[in-house]
């Protein structure tokens, strides 16, 4: 008997936004708990409403924020660390500059979209990763993200960039910016882009 041509399993042929970016939880907590955890994390204390904390760090991040993703030469966090030690702003405060070799790391993981967790990332990151390659600063006036595509990631954690045609019974109908559909069953979304499908389907 065949099979219905419905991939099941369609997250595991379809490709995926996530790249091997440098990511705040893997590689820039590290710098920050030796250098800055004393004055900016609530695990401590927080001064100057800086909080490094991954769980809170969106804060910091944003098109007008401290951190500004793509961005490093405007992120006025880098630039806090790259001033005279003299200075009023330099950070770390009271402390010694931060090696060359791990304040090029930062510029980078902002470079690459300033993502806390790779493994984890949130819809807003997930834009950020399809609509950038690693290394690289998206040029100035660039097309934004396709208007009417979404993220969607399944119970694996497996993320796609997709539009929403509809859904065909328990699956929603999925379509890739290289135009090719698929049938993914709403079964094997996480909850939350099960709900979104759900939505976004009612005319």
Not at 93 to 99: A, N, V
Not at 154 to 174: M, P, V, Y
Request: glycine letters at 6%; proline letters at 8%; aromatic letters at 6%.
């Amino acid at each position: 008997m065949k099979r219905p041509l419905v991939l099941l399993l369609a997250f595991a042929c379809l490709p995926t936004v996530r790249a091997e970016v440098v990511d705040y939880v893997g590689e820039i907590l590290p710098i920050m708990k030796e250098h800055c955890w004393d004055c900016h994390s609530n695990e401590t204390e927080v001064k100057g409403n800086v909080a490094l904390d991954p769980d809170v760090l969106f804060d910091q991040i944003g098109k007008y924020n401290i951190i500004r993703p793509g961005d490093p030469v405007e992120s006025g966090f880098v630039e806090r660390l790259k001033l005279d030690e003299t200075h009023n702003d330099f950070m770390p405060r009271k402390g010694k500059p931060l090696p060359t070799t791990e304040i090029e790391k930062i510029e980078e993981w902002i470079r690459q979209g300033a993502i806390v967790d790779a493994k984890k990332p949130t819809e807003d990151e997930s834009r950020r990763l399809a609509e950038m390659k690693p290394g690289t600063t998206p040029a100035a006036g660039a097309a934004p993200a396709q208007p009417g595509f979404h993220s969607w990631t399944n119970r694996e954690g497996k993320i796609i960039e997709a539009r929403l045609l509809g859904l065909e019974g328990d699956s929603a109908k999925l379509l890739l910016k290289n135009g090719k559909s698929y049938l993914v069953p709403l079964s094997s979304l996480d909850d939350e882009s099960a709900a979104k499908a759900k939505r976004l389907a009612v005319p």
